[in-house]
């Protein structure tokens, strides 16, 4: 089993920056691709950004290309989201998860097996 813990959103006005951290417990996951994800109220998760094991493939959703950077330090079991450019619409629950099971780490929710508890974050226009 692993277990996820989100920490460092907050509320923050537009433009501004905030760094989100995800660390895992439980057993190692430097092994796994790793994903960000958020939550809108009344809708799905959608897709923020996913990194390979080794942190050397990265993929982004079109809303935040550019914006936001994921990264992944595996002695720590911790995987970041470098949020910049922030805008009231990325105001969501953000979630990490883990994957696994693939070697290249998917943009679909349901194929993640293991999910932190979500981080709210806020922007203020």
């Known amino acids: 089993q692993v277990q996820l813990v989100e920490s460092g959103g907050g509320l923050v006005q537009a433009g501004g920056s905030l760094n989100l951290s995800c660390a895992a417990s439980g057993r190692t996951v430097s092994n796994y691709g790793m994903a960000w994800f958020r939550q809108f109220p009344g809708k799905e998760r959608d897709f923020v950004a996913n990194i390979n094991w080794s942190g050397g493939i990265t993929r982004y959703g079109d809303s935040v290309k550019g914006r936001f950077t994921i990264s992944r330090d595996n002695a720590k079991n911790t995987v970041y989201l470098q949020m910049n450019s922030l805008k009231p619409e990325d105001t969501a629950v953000y979630y990490c998860?883990?994957?696994?099971?693939?070697?290249?780490?998917?943009?679909?929710?349901?194929?993640?097996?293991?999910w932190g508890q979500g981080t709210q974050v806020t922007v203020s226009s």
């Open positions: 998860a883990v994957d696994p099971v693939r070697s290249r780490p998917s943009s679909y929710a349901n194929d993640y097996t293991y």
